[in-house]
């Protein structure tokens, strides 16, 4: 249905995103000399030289000119910030009434961002930052003002993007054309697709309890009542779900008990190996004074991607530790919430014929980020093993990580496990 309210031309590049690139342009000008600063400092101790007033930093003429640095940097960055702000009125294009359409390019452009910086972008208060809201046909959700042509039913289809990524890219390409399981799902099962958007950079518990509010705001405000809630989640997205869910029980929260089905796409309920590999990078470049100081670009990696160490889902999963030192898993037992059917998808780049348990790809990279036995939620403790039943499963061979979002033999696999699934019982 086409609606009465005209629409921007997609853009690249949008009034904000210029003070945003200049905001982070200057910090890392400022972060690039602190770290020459450093190594400097690191060979001058070496010779006997005593440092400056904080750790990593000059003294004498040395110093000066480094403090010269940061601060003309201060001074030009703070101007263009604020030349900046005040050009944004007059950079907007189109008239107020007129809503703001991002291109893909952008959408992803940004996705990227915030998971690898996302909880600096935040801090720093950089427009940059992505806020978490609900999405329809592209378009943010506004609650107080829904588009006329947005018609809901009872079902609601909550979809969950992963690190780096947004709703948009839902909309996967496969050999034959586009997939969107959220469209094929609503298609033949009668569900209100929904679509959420969040800032992957965050630690996942402080996702999670957004989503938690989110949750309880749609419930609040959505057109019709609500009959049932179902979640597909990718990646990361699962961890939010499980956080959500958890914060949701705790709070007693109105949506929880109309959520009726979780499906986890490799979603690493038990970590991933490659940002453990990423710990050791802190590691092994801080074991020497010389590259001590190039620790801290490994020390990029945002909150939400060294979470993803362990799977970490609640906020005492990471509250009083360093992220960036080698920890044991020290996760409370966090379960699949009781009372809700919770199915796992899980891919492995290995043939069907390899020997599951022993096979490289399995074990270690499973479909190139998440194992096998993290998606599938198995692990060697009994505690800590979700329990997904054999016909709660699925694994998909010959397959990657992305692939999970176009793969027709996933879709089916969701259609057959909706359909007319009843409310799994809570063991009392």
């Known amino acids: 249905m086409n609606s009465n309210r005209p629409r921007r031309k997609a853009h690249h590049l ?53 403090r010269s640095v940061h601060g003309v940097n201060r001074l030009v960055g703070a101007s263009l910030q604020a030349l900046l702000k005040r050009l944004e009125p007059m950079l907007q294009s189109g008239s107020e009434s007129t809503e703001q359409q991002e291109s893909p390019q952008r959408a992803a452009l940004l996705a990227a961002l915030n998971g690898v910086m996302g909880d600096h972008l935040l801090a720093t208060g950089n427009p940059l930052a992505t806020i978490m809201g609900m999405r329809w046909k592209g378009l943010a959700l506004n609650w ?7 018609k809901p039913n009872g079902k609601v289809l909550l979809l969950i993007h992963g690190l780096c990524m947004n709703d948009l890219q839902w909309q996967a390409s496969d050999k034959v054309g586009t997939v969107d399981h959220g469209q094929t799902l609503a298609a033949a099962l009668g569900y209100t697709p929904i679509y959420l958007r969040y800032n992957s950079g965050l630690h996942t518990s402080q996702n999670g309890r957004e989503l938690a509010a989110q949750l309880e705001l749609l419930l609040r405000h959505w057109p019709v009542p609500v009959e049932e809630i179902s979640i597909v989640a990718h990646s990361m997205g699962g961890l939010l779900t499980r956080s959500a869910c958890h914060i949701a029980g705790e709070q007693s929260l109105t949506w929880l008990p109309l959520l009726k089905n979780i499906i986890f796409l490799g979603t690493p309920h ?17 074991s020497t004074s010389y590259t001590a100081p190039l620790a801290k670009l490994g020390q990029l990696r945002s909150a939400g991607i060294t979470d993803l160490r362990h799977g970490h889902v609640r906020d005492e999963d990471w509250q009083g530790d360093d992220r960036f030192h080698q920890l044991p898993d020290q996760r409370l037992i966090t379960p699949l919430p009781a009372g809700i059917n919770c199915f796992a998808v899980a891919a492995t780049m290995s043939a069907k014929t390899a020997k599951r348990g022993g096979a490289l790809a399995n074990r270690l990279i499973g479909d190139g980020l998440v194992p096998l036995h993290s998606a599938l939620g198995e692990h060697s403790d009994p505690r800590r093993d979700l ?15 992305m692939e999970l979002l176009s793969s027709p033999v996933v879709c089916q696999q969701l259609l057959n496990w909706l359909q007319a699934r009843p409310q799994k019982q809570t063991k009392q």
Not at 16 to 27: E, M, Y
Not at 31 to 57: K, N, Y
Not at 270 to 286: F, K, Q, S, T, Y
Not at 387 to 401: D, I, P, T
């Open 387 to 401: 329990g997904f039943a054999k016909s709660e499963q699925l694994v998909c061979y010959r397959m990657n990580h």
């Open 144 to 150: 107080q003002a829904l588009p006329p042509e947005f």
């Open 270 to 286: 038990h970590g991933a190996p490659l940002e453990r590999a990423g710990n050791w990078i802190d590691v092994l470049l801080g």
């Open 14 to 66: 949008q009034a904000t995103d210029l003070r945003g690139i200049a905001q982070l342009g200057s910090q890392a000008t400022a972060g690039i000399a602190r770290i020459v600063e450093g190594v400097h400092q690191s060979i001058w101790a070496r010779l006997g030289m005593p440092g400056g007033p904080a750790p990593g930093q000059t003294r004498g003429v040395t110093g000066l000119a480094y």
